[in-house]
């Protein structure tokens, strides 16, 4: 497996967790949330493991050192939307809403990391770097996922 398999595996299952979320009504919030704190987790763990590896890796090339800059920026932002989203006091139309704009930054995020920045990165990063990253990744991800678990 490759570094770009491995991001597609997890922009995935953030979206089908998201999907679910997206499709069930106001009056099934409590199950809404209880989707959602993993999503956040998971989402805040893979965002933070990948700007460690990946687009450390990219930040190296001039080619792809915007795109890492850009991609970073846009991770931050779904940080802050994911904090806004973790009351579980906030009305279900209000935190509707909110979800509704984190879902539409992450899938234009996705599309543009899995077609533009792994356009680029194809042609900077080796085959072995693509290969390494993953483990790194990897790595990140799990000790920050056992991190957030500890502090949630």
């Known amino acids: 497996m490759d570094i770009y398999t491995l991001i597609r ?3 995935d299952e953030a979206k089908a967790v998201m999907a679910k979320i997206k499709s069930l009504s106001e009056g099934r919030h409590d199950e809404r949330l209880k989707l959602f704190g993993p999503l956040k987790d998971n989402l805040i763990a893979h965002n933070e493991s990948e700007e460690e590896s990946f687009y450390v890796a990219l930040k190296q090339h001039v080619k792809t050192r915007a795109e890492a800059d850009h991609s970073r920026k846009e ?3 779904a940080a802050e939307l994911l904090e806004d989203l973790d009351d579980e006091y906030m009305a279900p139309a209000e935190w509707t809403k909110k979800f509704s704009k984190l879902y539409s930054a992450l899938i234009h995020h996705i599309s543009n990391e899995e077609n533009k920045v792994f356009a680029d990165a194809y042609t900077v990063l080796s085959e072995e ?24």
Request: aromatic share 0%; hydrophobic share 30%.
């Open 9 to 11: 595996k997890d922009h």
């Open 75 to 77: 991770h931050h932002e």
């Open 129 to 152: 770097t693509a290969h390494k990253l993953v483990g790194i990744m990897q790595n990140l991800k799990k000790q920050k996922t056992t991190l957030l678990r500890k502090a949630g």
